[in-house]
């Protein structure tokens, strides 16, 4: 469920697919949002796609190879449809069911995995689409409501500590080699917005060309016991 009141400003809602790729991120618009109500049983799709890895790939050939019920058959083709639109547009979709993603434990002050609030960034122009058909959704986060870690005085001295020279153009290149400089800090008044179930998205991501700030979001919490199906590009 979306919270209406902190949307006005970051979130643009469109009705359609051509919308959502062809209107331009501008202002403090980063993030835009095809809402869907789905219709089919995307819980069989998990259950039978499901390996032993926490995170398992679900390529188009073996979501047909499935065999389903009606209500499964329903959610396939839902699924194979958004991944051609996505591929038409130039995109490369992944659908992946998920468990839990790795933990990033090699610098414990800094966790860079993606359950840490981050942007994107590419060198060329493009943008994040991501949809969850069923479990926990991801969540952004208004730029207002974070800050850069390493501006945070405590993690910058222990970045470096980590770095272990004098601070100048050397330590700037480390933070980005090592993505540093792609995750935030909620601030304690922060309230991150769902992303919900079944809505298709665009966010905004830094590249050279970017208009506009990228879009803060992270990986939710998972639930024990309960798979995420997130298609993603």
């Given at each position: 469920?979306?919270?209406?009141?902190?949307?006005?400003?970051?979130?643009?809602?469109?009705?359609?697919?051509?919308?959502?790729?062809?209107?331009?991120?501008?202002?403090?618009?980063?993030?835009?949002?095809?809402?869907?109500?789905?219709?089919?049983?995307?819980?069989?799709?998990?259950?039978k796609?499901?390996q032993?890895?926490?995170?398992?790939?679900?390529?188009?050939?073996?979501?047909?190879?499935?065999?389903l019920s009606?209500?499964?058959?329903?959610?396939?083709?839902?699924?194979?449809?958004?991944?051609?639109?996505?591929?038409?547009?130039?995109?490369s979709?992944?659908?992946?069911?998920?468990?839990?993603?790795?933990?990033?434990?090699?610098?414990?002050?800094?966790?860079?995995?993606?359950?840490?609030?981050?942007?994107?960034?590419?060198?060329?122009?493009?943008?994040?689409?991501?949809?969850?058909?069923?479990?926990?959704?991801?969540?952004?986060?208004?730029?207002?409501?974070?800050?850069?870690?390493?501006?945070?005085?405590?993690?910058?001295?222990?970045?470096?500590?980590?770095?272990?020279e004098?601070?100048?153009?050397?330590?700037?290149?480390?933070?980005?080699?090592?993505?540093?400089d792609?995750?935030?800090?909620?601030?304690?008044?922060?309230?991150?917005?769902?992303?919900?179930v079944?809505?298709?998205?665009?966010?905004?991501?830094?590249?050279?060309?970017?208009?506009?700030?990228?879009?803060?979001?992270?990986?939710?919490?998972?639930?024990?016991?309960?798979?995420r199906?997130?298609?993603?590009c």
């Open positions: 469920m979306i919270d209406l009141a902190h949307t006005e400003n970051q979130i643009q809602n469109v009705t359609n697919f051509k919308d959502l790729i062809s209107s331009p991120f501008h202002g403090e618009i980063n993030a835009m949002r095809w809402e869907r109500k789905l219709r089919g049983d995307f819980s069989e799709i998990v259950k796609g499901t032993n890895e926490n995170i398992a790939e679900l390529h188009p050939e073996e979501l047909l190879e499935l065999q009606e209500q499964g058959q329903l959610a396939r083709n839902l699924l194979l449809n958004d991944m051609k639109l996505l591929k038409k547009h130039g995109a979709p992944t659908l992946n069911i998920i468990k839990n993603y790795d933990r990033d434990d090699a610098f414990p002050f800094f966790p860079t995995d993606v359950y840490s609030f981050h942007v994107d960034r590419s060198p060329i122009p493009t943008d994040t689409f991501l949809c969850t058909y069923i479990g926990e959704s991801s969540e952004i986060l208004p730029n207002s409501q974070a800050i850069q870690k390493i501006l945070n005085p405590e993690i910058r001295a222990e970045l470096k500590k980590l770095y272990g004098e601070e100048g153009e050397g330590f700037e290149e480390f933070l980005t080699e090592f993505f540093f792609l995750h935030y800090q909620a601030k304690l008044s922060a309230k991150p917005i769902q992303l919900g079944g809505h298709l998205w665009k966010l905004a991501i830094d590249h050279p060309k970017s208009k506009v700030l990228p879009c803060l979001h992270r990986a939710p919490k998972e639930k024990t016991g309960q798979s199906l997130l298609l993603i």
